[in-house]
């Protein structure tokens, strides 16, 4: 059968309260990154995407924050939901050599309780 | 409207016996992939088609092929399953627009090995 996961990093939030997710990626070259949401037994959901030209980026109930200098990544969920609920994983891309494929984060399980 | 459309959404196989899992999307992406993903873990990029050339990653095992017959589906052939192939298959899309390289992914299928 499957392999035996690793164990995801967890948090737990109150409903209405902020939620921070972060993520540390490797690649200085990368230009461009992207937040995922995955639903249990679902394919991962777009949720908000960011250049290397910018370090804030606001969407609906949610704000990412790019710190270059230390290469980190955080997604900010305000009023946080019990639809919320998911695991989170960043992703980044060097679009300036062409590189088409997206290296994804080990991902961050939110769990929202009511 | 879903607009990646993996079929079936669960697949059971044998060990060694030839399974083929489908892709089939309506944005009529020039990008296709297919990611592994195993419990807990993030997705694993196998290979993708920019339009008809095919991308393989250095570390996909020689067990997965794919196929891509026109625009709109892809297949993924595994050979001879392995109970270490058991795991969520992702299917994605994506057009690059600038800088962006937003992948969009269809719900995946869990294959289990017996």
């Known amino acids: 059968g499957e392999s035996v996961g690793l164990h995801l990093p967890t948090l737990s939030v109150q409903e209405g309260d902020n939620s921070i997710i972060n993520c540390a990626y490797s690649?200085?070259?990368?230009?461009?990154f992207i937040w995922y949401k995955q639903e249990s037994g679902k394919g991962p959901q777009f949720i908000i995407d960011?250049?290397?030209?910018?370090d804030k980026r606001q969407g609906q109930r949610v704000t990412v924050l790019l710190n270059k200098t230390v290469k980190h990544l955080s997604l900010q969920i305000a009023a946080t939901q019990p639809g919320d609920s998911a695991v989170y994983f960043c992703?980044?891309?060097?679009?300036?050599?062409?590189?088409?494929?997206?290296?994804f984060g080990s991902g961050t399980r939110l769990q929202v309780q009511p | 409207d879903a607009m990646v459309i993996q079929n079936p959404r669960y697949q059971v196989t044998q060990f060694g016996k030839p399974v083929t899992l489908s892709c089939s999307q309506t944005?009529?992406?020039?990008?296709m992939y297919w990611y592994q993903q195993k419990s807990s873990q993030a997705p694993k990029l196998l290979f993708h088609?920019?339009?008809?050339?095919?991308?393989n990653e250095a570390d996909t095992p020689d067990n997965f092929q794919s196929r891509r017959p026109n625009t709109s589906f892809c297949f993924l052939d595994i050979r001879s399953p392995g109970l270490g192939d058991a795991a969520m298959y992702l299917c994605?899309?994506?057009?690059?627009?600038?800088?962006?390289?937003?992948?969009?992914f269809g719900a995946g299928t869990r294959l289990s090995v017996l």
């Open positions: 960011i250049r290397s030209n910018m």
């Open positions: 088609y920019y339009d008809k050339d095919f991308n």
């Open positions: 690649n200085s070259a990368s230009d461009y």
């Open positions: 944005l009529n992406h020039n990008v």
């Open positions: 992703a980044e891309n060097e679009t300036r050599t062409g590189r088409r494929a997206l290296t």
């Open positions: 994605a899309t994506s057009i690059r627009q600038g800088a962006k390289n937003i992948q969009y």
